[in-house]
């Protein structure tokens, strides 16, 4: 089992920074492909960015791609999402977790399990 804490979001003006950690306990850490998720208000949880367990392999929704950068620090077990360039339509609440259905579609979130708390990205226009 893993446990994730979530940190790094808060409140930034269009076409600036910030960089997301998720912090993850549990020795199994490096085992799972991880994926970054975000949920707006009254809507659907959808996935933003995927990284292998060896960091290889990226991968990234449409909407971000060019913008955001997913890593991982497999001593440290800490997951990263760089987001540059944000947009008002960025905002939403970040989660981070670990894919425990690998027969499933990376990008749905039904792959995934063992949710943090998230952490809140807020764009000003």
């Known amino acids: 089992q893993v446990q994730l804490v979530e940190s790094g979001g808060g409140l930034v003006q269009a076409g600036g920074s910030l960089r997301l950690s998720c912090a993850a306990s549990?020795?199994?850490?490096?085992?799972?492909?991880m994926g970054w998720f975000r949920q707006a208000p009254g809507k659907v949880r959808e996935f933003v960015a995927g990284?292998?367990?060896?960091?290889?392999?990226?991968y990234y929704a449409d909407s971000v791609k060019g913008r955001f950068t997913i890593s991982r620090d497999n001593v440290e077990n800490t997951l990263y999402l760089q987001m540059n360039s944000l947009k008002p339509e960025d905002t939403a609440r970040y989660y981070c977790?670990?894919?425990?259905?690998?027969?499933?579609?990376?990008?749905?979130?039904?792959?995934?399990?063992?949710w943090g708390q998230g952490t809140q990205v807020t764009v000003s226009s």
């Open positions: 977790a670990p894919r425990i259905d690998s027969n499933s579609d990376y990008r749905s979130r039904y792959a995934y399990d063992y």
């Open positions: 549990g020795r199994t850490f490096s085992r799972y492909f």
């Open positions: 990284i292998s367990w060896s960091g290889d392999n990226t």
